[in-house]
């Protein structure tokens, strides 16, 4: 069989504010210890097993594999071994519910002044999660909850939204929401998703439906617009005054403006607005006629001190960008990382209306979910480790080896090493887990993919293209190297495969041209992959390089600074040189990196503040 792969008192004020990689189709070389070769039909990209001459020796590896698993747990004896030629792919089989609902962290001091804070968002992790938006929002809520805070999250009900995963679902309002001269009814549901009360908001009109959180076949700027009012319009009917409402990204930008111009002056008082910008990149931009749809004149905004896209002043001066309007009419404005702070003071179109409100303009560095990304608890990895027992970790390499058909260590599980011929031959594996855009560097992650075959790894790139072209060019580069026995391309994405690969990796590559804070690089430290990152953004914040002796205490990886093939190279050479020369090292790295705290609890509390700040006491 085959298997596919393809791959804050009063209102603010409002001050003013100004080809495809082309190669000759030879068949690859094996690196030291490769066992099997592999071919991909280009037509699906659909990977088969092929005998080799070297067959008894893989079976003899994949043996002394087992048997060495055998030894570590006897429990392992039950593993089912994963194969390319499998019917179904090892990370779409049946996992149990992965439930971190009820075990928020017991050991948390509680905050003294505690208050309620609603989330407004497009997405939450793990039900409507398209990007790191919906990690951070669930991460944030759990940590706030921990600490004895009041938590709401509210997101649109998205036709796609999977009710099984929502606990104790219930219709709790019918009430009716403005839009384009009418009222709307609408549906606000409670549930529970990973122990976070979740208000679900359901329009009777086409909004949010579809297969997908994004891309339906309705406006999607109108529709969170029509979300952001939904949401106010929902407290002032139940009369629901939480002390801080928190909004994330464009999507739900307007909700300041609505409040601030509208809401405040009915019967919702008590609220004060922090907005956290995910990526600067993602402005909302807005025509007037489609602001004034939610009940707001759009002309009014239209203003350099307000609302009015920088961008298009005097040439187009009705676009209106509802994050700038979101910065201006917020109490506080929040980015994901000290580093991204300052970078965005500095360049940007956004930069001078940031720099007016320097005031409320905070960075506050992500973290993660510990719950969840967890690799002594994983419930998609078939094997469980920690820092003091990486045994499990070298198992989950394996594991992924076999099922992508990727040759497998010989002795490696057992010793850290290779040994074939005599000859010691540890093989690093990469992991570069992304969306496939600019942003992410495309051009370095092509580099990585030539440069890791040449000397010596192998190499898993997991991710969707939302651009044709770039589609394109991946599924060609996944023709052309999918075949061997290094790289594999998958252009797709799977929350599943995620966990496994960040498990398996040896190292995971983050080489963003910027990159506002990024949660790969600190979900691969908390399973033992070092990362490997251009210094830009939250990367600058969270990775420190081994040979930076200014910094020895803080090393925990390998960071270069160019946009160059060079500078990835060097980067990538000196992993290598480290993972294959000096393995006691290596592990004592890999241990350093698992053991960083990079929870959200440990980064909560600068949230807090910026919410104390602000609040009304």
Same mark, same amino acid.
């Given at each position: 069989?085959?298997?596919?792969?393809?791959?804050?008192?009063?209102?603010?004020?409002?001050?003013?504010?100004?080809?495809?990689?082309?190669?000759?189709?030879?068949?690859?070389?094996?690196?030291?210890?490769?066992?099997?070769?592999?071919?991909?039909?280009?037509?699906?990209?659909?990977?088969?097993?092929?005998?080799?001459?070297?067959?008894?020796?893989?079976?003899?590896?994949?043996?002394?594999?087992?048997?060495?698993?055998?030894?570590?747990?006897?429990?392992?004896?039950?593993?089912?071994?994963?194969?390319?030629? /499998?019917?179904?792919?090892?990370?779409?089989?049946?996992?149990?519910?992965?439930?971190?609902? +009820?075990?928020?962290?017991?050991?948390?001091?509680? /905050?003294?002044?505690?208050?309620?804070?609603?989330? *407004?968002?497009?997405?939450?992790?793990?039900?409507?999660?398209?990007?790191?938006?919906?990690?951070?929002?669930?991460? =944030?809520?759990?940590?706030? =909850?921990?600490?004895?805070?009041?938590?709401?999250?509210?997101?649109?009900?998205?036709?796609?939204?999977?009710?099984?995963?929502?606990?104790? =679902?219930?219709?709790?309002?019918?009430?009716?929401?403005?839009?384009?001269?009418?009222?709307?009814?609408?549906?606000?549901?409670?549930?529970?998703?990973?122990?976070?009360?979740?208000?679900?908001?359901?329009?009777?009109?086409?909004?949010?439906?579809?297969?997908?959180?994004?891309?339906?076949?309705?406006?999607?700027?109108?529709?969170?617009?029509?979300?952001?009012?939904?949401?106010?319009?929902?407290?002032?009917?139940?009369?629901? #005054?939480?002390?801080?409402?928190?909004?994330?990204?464009?999507?739900?930008?307007?909700?300041?403006?609505?409040?601030?111009?509208?809401?405040?002056?009915?019967?919702?008082?008590?609220?004060?607005?922090?907005?956290?910008?995910?990526?600067?990149?993602?402005?909302?931009?807005?025509? #007037?006629?489609?602001?004034?749809?939610?009940?707001?004149?759009?002309?009014?905004?239209?203003?350099?001190?307000?609302?009015?896209?920088?961008?298009?002043?005097?040439?187009?001066?009705?676009?209106?960008?509802?994050?700038?309007?979101?910065?201006?009419?917020?109490?506080?404005?929040?980015?994901?990382?000290?580093?991204?702070?300052?970078?965005?003071?500095?360049?940007?179109?956004?930069?001078?209306?940031?720099?007016?409100?320097?005031?409320?303009?905070?960075?506050?560095?992500?973290?993660?979910?510990?719950?969840?990304?967890?690799?002594?608890?994983?419930?998609?990895?078939?094997?469980?480790?920690?820092?003091?027992?990486?045994?499990?970790?070298?198992?989950?390499?394996?594991?992924? #080896?076999?099922?992508?058909?990727?040759?497998?260590?010989?002795?490696?599980?057992?010793?850290?090493?290779?040994?074939?011929?005599?000859?010691? #031959?540890?093989?690093?594996?990469?992991?570069?887990?992304?969306?496939?855009?600019?942003?992410?560097?495309?051009?370095?992650?092509?580099?990585?993919?030539?440069?890791?075959?040449?000397?010596?790894?192998?190499?898993?790139?997991?991710?969707?293209?939302?651009?044709?072209?770039?589609?394109?060019?991946?599924?060609?580069?996944?023709?052309?190297?999918?075949?061997?026995?290094?790289?594999? +391309?998958?252009?797709?994405?799977?929350?599943? =495969?995620?966990?496994?690969?960040?498990?398996?990796?040896?190292?995971?590559?983050?080489?963003?041209?910027?990159?506002?804070?990024?949660?790969?690089?600190?979900?691969?430290?908390?399973?033992?992959?070092?990362?490997?990152?251009?210094?830009?953004?939250?990367?600058? /914040?969270?990775?420190?390089?081994?040979?930076?002796?200014?910094?020895?205490?803080?090393?925990?990886?390998?960071?270069?600074?160019?946009?160059?093939?060079?500078?990835?190279?060097?980067?990538?050479?000196?992993?290598?040189?480290?993972?294959?020369?000096?393995?006691?090292?290596?592990?004592?790295?890999?241990?350093?990196?698992?053991?960083?705290?990079?929870?959200?609890?440990?980064?909560?509390?600068?949230?807090?503040? *910026?919410?104390?700040?602000?609040?009304?006491?």
């Amino acid at each position: 069989m085959e298997y596919t792969v393809a791959g804050a008192f009063g209102p603010p004020s409002l001050v003013p504010g100004p080809a495809s990689l082309r190669r000759k189709k030879t068949s690859s070389r094996f690196p030291a210890g490769a066992t099997a070769a592999y071919r991909l039909n280009s037509a699906s990209r659909r990977i088969k097993a092929v005998d080799t001459n070297s067959q008894d020796l893989n079976v003899h590896l994949e043996a002394r594999a087992e048997i060495v698993a055998d030894t570590i747990n006897p429990a392992l004896k039950d593993l089912v071994w994963p194969s390319p030629s /499998d019917e179904t792919p090892f990370w779409k089989k049946e996992f149990p519910i992965q439930d971190v609902s +009820i075990e928020l962290p017991t050991d948390v001091e509680k /905050d003294s002044n505690l208050m309620h804070i609603i989330h *407004v968002t497009a997405e939450m992790a793990p039900i409507a999660k398209v990007g790191g938006l919906g990690d951070v929002v669930t991460g =944030l809520a759990r940590a706030c =909850l921990s600490r004895g805070h009041t938590v709401d999250v509210m997101l649109p009900f998205y036709e796609c939204i999977e009710k099984q995963h929502i606990a104790d =679902l219930t219709l709790i309002t019918t009430y009716d929401s403005f839009h384009d001269g009418n009222w709307i009814p609408t549906n606000a549901y409670r549930g529970e998703v990973s122990g976070i009360p979740v208000i679900f908001i359901e329009p009777s009109n086409q909004f949010f439906k579809g297969k997908f959180v994004y891309g339906g076949s309705y406006n999607e700027l109108e529709a969170y617009i029509f979300f952001s009012r939904a949401c106010l319009e929902w407290m002032q009917v139940t009369g629901v #005054q939480p002390d801080i409402i928190h909004i994330h990204e464009w999507q739900t930008s307007a909700l300041p403006l609505l409040y601030w111009d509208m809401y405040h002056h009915l019967s919702l008082k008590r609220p004060r607005i922090t907005l956290t910008i995910h990526n600067m990149e993602h402005y909302g931009e807005c025509r #007037q006629e489609q602001l004034h749809k939610c009940g707001l004149d759009g002309a009014i905004y239209a203003t350099t001190d307000k609302a009015v896209d920088d961008r298009t002043i005097g040439h187009n001066p009705e676009r209106l960008s509802l994050l700038k309007g979101g910065i201006v009419y917020s109490n506080a404005v929040v980015t994901v990382s000290p580093t991204y702070l300052k970078e965005t003071l500095c360049s940007g179109w956004l930069s001078s209306t940031l720099i007016r409100n320097r005031d409320k303009y905070f960075g506050v560095l992500n973290g993660i979910d510990t719950a969840i990304w967890n690799p002594a608890t994983d419930i998609f990895l078939p094997v469980k480790y920690n820092a003091q027992k990486l045994e499990g970790k070298k198992l989950c390499k394996n594991y992924v #080896q076999k099922g992508l058909g990727l040759p497998v260590e010989s002795t490696g599980i057992a010793e850290g090493k290779d040994v074939v011929n005599g000859t010691q #031959q540890r093989v690093p594996l990469v992991v570069c887990i992304t969306r496939l855009v600019a942003q992410k560097g495309l051009h370095l992650i092509i580099q990585a993919i030539k440069h890791i075959e040449e000397i010596g790894g192998q190499m898993v790139v997991l991710g969707k293209a939302p651009d044709d072209r770039v589609e394109r060019e991946f599924k060609d580069l996944a023709d052309l190297y999918n075949e061997g026995p290094a790289i594999r +391309i998958l252009l797709m994405y799977s929350e599943e =495969l995620s966990h496994m690969l960040y498990a398996a990796a040896d190292m995971v590559l983050v080489p963003s041209l910027y990159e506002p804070c990024g949660l790969a690089q600190m979900i691969g430290m908390r399973y033992g992959a070092v990362p490997i990152v251009r210094r830009t953004g939250g990367l600058a /914040d969270t990775v420190f390089d081994i040979d930076d002796h200014s910094n020895s205490h803080m090393a925990n990886g390998f960071v270069f600074e160019g946009i160059d093939e060079g500078s990835l190279n060097w980067a990538l050479d000196r992993a290598f040189s480290l993972y294959k020369s000096k393995p006691d090292e290596w592990t004592s790295l890999v241990r350093k990196a698992m053991e960083r705290d990079n929870s959200w609890n440990n980064t909560a509390g600068n949230y807090i503040e *910026v919410y104390n700040s602000v609040r009304v006491r």
